[in-house]
Each structure stands twice: as structure tokens, then as C-alpha cells.
């Protein structure tokens, strides 16, 4: 999230956050993230208010619930 936030890329910033979150949860046995299809409208919506300021409790407790997803 801190990286989707402070735009570090020109560009791809949302992707290129997933891949490097991806990337450190799998390499520590941690799972990975995949945000469904169906929940995109309302991770952009959660997304958009983090960046304007909302406590990022809110986004990471519903990327908990939505969005990752434990190798077992």
C-alpha cells in the first residue's frame, strides 16, 4: 500500500506493488495477493480513500479478508 501511495513509478504503480508484495510473501512462506475480479470496485474505492487520508486499517483489513490468500 505504501508504494501504490507515494508513486514511486511513472507508471504501473498498483501492479508493480503487487508483484513486489507477491514476491516477499511467497519467498517467506507468507502466501501472496490476488485481488478477485469481483472486489475491484470496492479496492479502488478503499484505495482512493487511503490516499486522501483514511486510516490504511481499513483497506488492509479487507485485503486480509479478500485479497490474500495463505499457501497451505
Known amino acids: ?3 501504490m501511495k507515494t508513486q514511486i513509478f511513472l507508471d504501473g504503480n498498483k501492479r508493480a506493488s503487487v ?3 507477491n514476491h516477499y510473501l511467497i519467498s517467506h ?3 501472496f495477493l490476488v485481488i478477485p475480479e469481483k472486489e475491484v470496485p470496492e479496492f479502488k474505492r478503499l484505495l482512493v480513500k487511503y490516499y486522501e487520508g483514511e486510516d490504511i486499517t ?3 483489513d479487507f ?3 479478500y485479497c490474500w490468500k495463505k499457501i497451505e
Do not use: D, T
Request: hydrophobic share 55%.
Open 63 to 65: 485485503m486480509k479478508k
Open 19 to 21: 508483484i513486489f508484495a
Open 29 to 31: 512462506g507468507g502466501g
Open 1 to 3: 500500500l505504501y508504494c
Open 58 to 60: 481499513v483497506i488492509a
